[in-house]
C-alpha cells in the first residue's frame, strides 16, 4: 500500500520547487498579468510551437507587466511571478514545476486545493493551487486540443500524453462531483537497465541472469502487479535481453515502451474520433500483427478481448512474447487473463481457455509496491501444466521479507525456492549452462 503523507499549507513542505509556491497576493498578481497578455498578444499563435521558444518569446513582455503591475516586487518573488506567469501561457500553470521535477514520477490534481505528487514510491500533497474549477479545465484544453481530444459532458474522461511522452488521464464531473481531476503519469528520458533495477534491489542479479536466459530461450512471459509497481520499467529493462536480429511488433495504448532494437514496429491504439468512428482497438492490433510476420509480439499491457488473441499468437509460432496485467499475485493474473478472453465473447469453456493458457504461458514475473514505497519482484512463478481443471503452477524465485529496518525500509531478498523449472531441459539443449544443484540448494548464482 502507498503511503500518503498529509501536509496542510502552515505544516512543513515535502521537498517541492520553492519558487512553485505563490502567496495569496502573488496568485492574483500573476492572475491579472496572465489576463493583460490575453488581450495584448496573439496567445493562440503561440501554441504549437516547441515550449522553450514559446517561453523565450514571450518572456521580455511578462517582465514588462510585472513590473508595471507590481513595481514593488523584487527577488525571488518577482522570478516566481515571471515564472508561474510563463507557465499560464505556455505550460501547464500551478502544476508545471512539478512536472518539470525530475524526482516526481506522478501529478495528481484532485481539486483546487489539492494537488499531490508521487515521490520513490510516497505520495505527498503539494502546496500549489488553482484558482477554481475554470482554471482547472484551461489547462486540461492545453493538454488535450493539440492531439484532438475532447472532455466535455458527453465525454466525460479522456485519456492523453504530453510532447514528451508522459501519459494523462482526465476527468470532469458528473463524474467526480467535486471538480475536475487529472492524473500525470511521467514519462523518464532515461531507460532503468537491468543493472538499474539489480542496484535498486527490484530484483537480484542471479534473477537477472535467469530472465536473461529465459528471453534468449523464447519463453512466454506475463508482467503483473498492481498500479505503479514498475511493470512498464520491468518490461523496458529486460526488452534488452531481446535479439536485435529478430523482427518485434510492439502494442500499447499509449506508447510508453522503447525498445533499443533496430528492427521495432511500434503501434498505438487509437480511441473513436467525435462521431464516435474510427476506432482502432488493441484487439485489432494484435489480429493485424500477425499479417507482419512478427518474430515476437510485446503487448504493452492487456486489458480486454485482446487477451484472446495474444495467446493465439503465443500458441502458433510466437514465443517469447511479453505484455503485462494488472493483478496483484500470479494466480490472480491468470484469472484476469481468462475473464478478459472471456470478454471476446467466443463462447468457449473455461477448460478450454484455461488449457490454452497452460500451453501458451511458461512465466509470471509478479511486481510489489512495499509500504517503503519501493518496487520489487516478489514471485517468479512458472506455469506447469494442468490439473483436472486448474492450471498448476511452481514459485521459481519469492521475496522471503525479513523485517523494517529503523527508517521503516523493507528488509528481505528475493531468494530461490530451489524448484528445478520444468523447462530446465530447454536451458542444456540451448547451450545454456546453470548451475541446477546450486539453485536446488537456494544459493544459485
Known amino acids: 500500500m502507498t ?3 498529509a501536509m496542510d499549507r502552515n505544516a512543513a513542505s515535502p521537498p517541492v520547487e520553492e519558487e512553485a509556491l505563490l502567496n495569496v497576493e502573488q496568485a492574483a498578481l500573476v492572475h491579472r498579468v496572465h489576463q493583460r497578455l ?11 510551437r516547441p515550449s522553450d521558444e514559446a517561453r523565450e518569446s514571450i518572456k521580455a513582455t511578462v517582465r514588462v ?26 505550460g501547464l500553470g500551478p502544476i508545471q514545476s512539478l512536472v518539470d521535477d525530475k524526482t516526481i514520477s506522478e501529478v495528481m490534481v484532485n481539486a483546487t486545493d489539492e494537488v499531490y505528487f508521487e515521490r520513490d514510491g510516497i505520495i505527498y500533497l503539494s502546496a500549489v493551487r488553482f484558482r477554481d474549477d475554470e482554471h482547472i479545465m484551461r489547462i486540461v484544453e492545453r493538454i488535450i486540443s493539440p492531439i484532438g481530444r475532447r472532455v ?24 467526480v462531483p467535486r471538480g475536475p481531476t487529472i492524473t500525470i503519469r511521467k514519462f523518464r528520458p532515461d531507460m532503468y537497465t537491468a543493472d538499474d533495477l539489480v542496484a535498486n534491489d527490484t530484483f537480484t542479479e542471479s534473477t537477472a541472469s535467469f530472465l536473461r536466459a529465459c528471453v534468449r530461450l523464447r519463453l512466454n512471459m506475463v508482467l503483473s502487479g498492481g498500479t505503479g509497481t514498475g511493470k512498464t520499467t520491468l518490461l523496458n529493462a529486460i526488452s ?25 514496429i511500434s503501434m498505438e491504439a487509437r480511441p473513436p474520433n467525435i462521431e464516435g468512428r ?6 485489432d492490433l494484435v489480429r493485424n500483427a500477425l499479417r507482419m510476420r512478427p518474430d515476437r509480439i510485446i503487448v504493452g499491457e492487456v486489458r480486454g478481448p485482446e487477451a484472446f488473441d495474444m495467446m493465439q499468437a503465443m500458441n502458433t509460432g510466437h514465443e517469447g512474447s511479453m505484455t503485462t496485467v494488472h493483478a496483484n499475485t500470479p494466480r490472480d493474473a491468470l484469472a484476469r487473463i481468462e475473464n478478459m478472453i472471456l470478454m471476446a465473447a467466443l463462447d468457449l469453456p473455461s477448460r478450454a481457455i484455461r488449457e490454452q493458457m497452460a500451453a501458451a504461458l511458461h512465466l509470471v514475473v509478479q511486481l510489489t509496491r512495499y509500504s517503503d514505497g519501493r518496487r520489487r519482484v516478489s514471485t517468479i512463478a512458472e506455469i506447469t501444466g494442468m490439473e483436472s481443471d486448474i492450471v498448476t503452477m511452481q514459485d521459481l524465485f519469492r521475496f522471503e521479507q525479513t523485517g523494517l529496518d529503523s527508517q521503516g525500509h523493507t528488509q528481505g531478498e ?17 547451450g545454456v549452462d546453470f548451475d541446477w544443484a546450486s539453485l536446488a540448494a537456494g544459493s544459485w548464482e
Open 278 to 283: 474510427n476506432e482502432v482497438t488493441m484487439r
Open 38 to 48: 490575453i488581450q495584448d498578444i496573439d496567445i493562440a499563435a503561440l501554441e504549437g
Open 240 to 264: 534488452t535481453y531481446l535479439p536485435s536480429s529478430e523482427r518485434i511488433i510492439v502494442i500499447e495504448d499509449p506508447v510508453e515502451l522503447r525498445l533499443q532494437q533496430k528492427h521495432v
Open 414 to 430: 528475493l531468494v530461490s525456492t530451489g524448484i528445478r523449472p520444468t523447462f530446465a531441459d530447454m536451458f542444456e539443449k540451448a
Open 152 to 175: 466535455d459532458e458527453s465525454s466525460p474522461f479522456v485519456d492523453a500524453r504530453l510532447p514528451d511522452g508522459s501519459r494523462v488521464n482526465v476527468v470532469i464531473p458528473p463524474l
Open 3 to 5: 503511503e500518503v503523507i
Open 65 to 90: 507587466l510585472v513590473t508595471e503591475m507590481a513595481d514593488g516586487l523584487y527577488g525571488a518573488a518577482r522570478e516566481a511571478a515571471e515564472k508561474a506567469v510563463l507557465d499560464e501561457v505556455v
